[in-house]
C-alpha cells in the first residue's frame, strides 16, 4: 500500500474545527490561533517493548497514543484543537491500520481534536503525536507555582494502570481486572478539569511516571524544598481489592500510566476543590502538603512511615564510549 493511499483510507477524516485552515493533505498544516490566546504544544512517542507490548490491540494504541498528549494539554490548562501523527510501520496491516485509527479518532472526537498531518514510514512500530491547543494569554498552568502548605491533590484513583501491567493468568481475568486493564489501555485524560483550574491550582502536572516522580517535578520546579503524602488519604480503586494493601500503595505512589491530574492548591480554596469535584463529577482528594523540609515524606495517620524503594518510572540511557581516535 502506498503512503498516500495508506493516509487517504485511514486518517483523512473531516474536521468542525474552524481554526483549522489546511489540514492532512499538504506539505503542512494551517492553522489559527484565536485572537488574545496562546499556543501550548505538546508530544510524546510510544515505542514497541518500551511503553506497549506487542499483543497490545491497534484501537487501544490509537486511544492512549493521543490519550497521553491530551493529558499534557490538561495539566496545562489548555483546550485541545489539532493534532500531528508520526507513525512507523513494518507493515501496512489493513485491519491493525483501521482499528488504530478507529481507537484514535474515538477520543478525537470526544475533545473536537482535529488531524492536521504528520508523517508514515516504514520500520519497527513506533507512534509519535504531537497536539496543540489554546489557553488565553498568560492562562497556561504550569509546575512551577507551589508554595510552602499548598495542598496537594490528585483526580481520580492511582495505581490502577500499574497494577494492571502485574502477570496474571488469563483465567484469572475478571471484570475488576478488566476495568484496571481498560485504565491502563484507554486512559481519562482530564481535559475538564484542567480548564476550571485557573485562578485555583498553584501547580499541575499529569501523572505519567508515578505520583513521587511527578510530585517531585512539582516540587523542584517550584523551587521548594518537599511534600508530605499521607497514604492513608490516596484514592486506590475498588477494583484493586485482591491485590495486598502493600502492593496497592506501591503501585499509587510509584506506578505510571495513570494520566491523572496532581496539582497544588492554597489551603484557603478546599471548598472550591470540593465543589469542583461534585460539579464536574471527578473524584479530586487532597493527599497531602507542600513543606519546607527536603524530599517527600510518607505518612500513615501523621506517622512517618518507609516508602517504596524507587520513585517511580525513569528512561535510562547506556552511555556511548569515544573511540579513541
Known amino acids: 500500500m502506498r503512503e498516500f493511499d495508506l493516509i487517504q483510507r485511514f486518517f483523512d477524516r473531516p474536521t468542525k474545527q474552524r481554526q483549522v485552515c489546511l489540514g492532512v493533505g499538504d506539505d503542512g ?16 512517542t510510544l515505542v514497541e517493548g518500551v511503553h506497549f507490548r506487542a499483543t497490545d490491540g491497534a484501537g487501544d494504541l490509537g486511544y492512549k497514543a493521543l490519550a497521553v498528549n491530551l493529558s499534557d494539554l490538561a495539566a496545562m490548562g489548555a483546550v485541545p484543537v489539532w493534532a500531528l501523527l508520526n507513525l512507523t510501520l513494518p507493515e501496512a496491516n489493513e485491519q491493525w491500520l483501521r482499528q488504530f485509527s478507529d481507537g484514535f479518532f474515538r477520543l478525537a472526537m470526544q475533545h473536537d481534536v482535529a488531524l492536521v498531518g504528520g508523517d508514515t514510514t516504514r520500520g519497527p512500530l513506533c507512534i509519535s503525536v504531537t497536539a496543540g491547543g489554546w489557553v488565553s494569554v498568560g492562562q497556561a498552568l504550569t509546575r512551577s507555582g507551589a508554595a510552602v502548605n499548598d495542598r496537594v491533590w490528585i483526580t481520580g484513583t492511582v495505581g490502577d494502570a500499574a497494577l494492571a501491567l502485574a502477570e496474571r493468568p488469563v483465567a484469572d481475568i475478571d471484570s475488576e481486572t478488566r476495568w484496571l486493564l481498560n485504565r491502563l489501555h484507554r486512559p481519562t ?29 512539582i516540587v523542584r520546579a517550584s523551587g521548594q524544598a518537599g511534600a508530605v503524602i499521607e497514604t492513608t488519604s490516596l484514592p486506590l480503586s475498588p477494583a484493586g481489592k485482591s491485590y495486598p494493601l502493600e502492593d496497592r500503595l506501591t503501585a499509587a505512589l510509584t506506578g505510571g500510566d495513570d494520566y491523572e491530574l496532581c496539582l497544588t492548591v492554597p489551603p484557603s480554596e478546599s471548598d472550591r476543590m470540593r465543589m469542583l469535584s461534585r460539579e464536574a463529577g471527578v473524584l479530586l482528594t487532597d493527599v497531602g502538603c507542600i513543606t519546607a523540609h527536603a524530599g517527600i515524606t510518607l505518612t500513615q495517620s501523621g506517622v512517618p512511615v518507609a516508602g517504596p524503594r524507587r520513585d517511580g518510572y525513569e528512561h535510562v540511557w547506556p552511555v556511548a564510549r569515544e573511540r579513541d581516535s
Open 29 to 44: 498544516a494551517v492553522l489559527q490561533v484565536p485572537e488574545a490566546h496562546e499556543l501550548v504544544v505538546v508530544t510524546d
Open 189 to 217: 485524560p482530564r481535559v475538564g478539569i484542567g480548564l476550571a483550574l485557573y485562578g485555583l491550582a498553584s501547580a499541575v502536572i499529569d501523572i505519567s511516571d508515578g505520583l513521587l516522580a511527578d510530585l517531585g517535578q
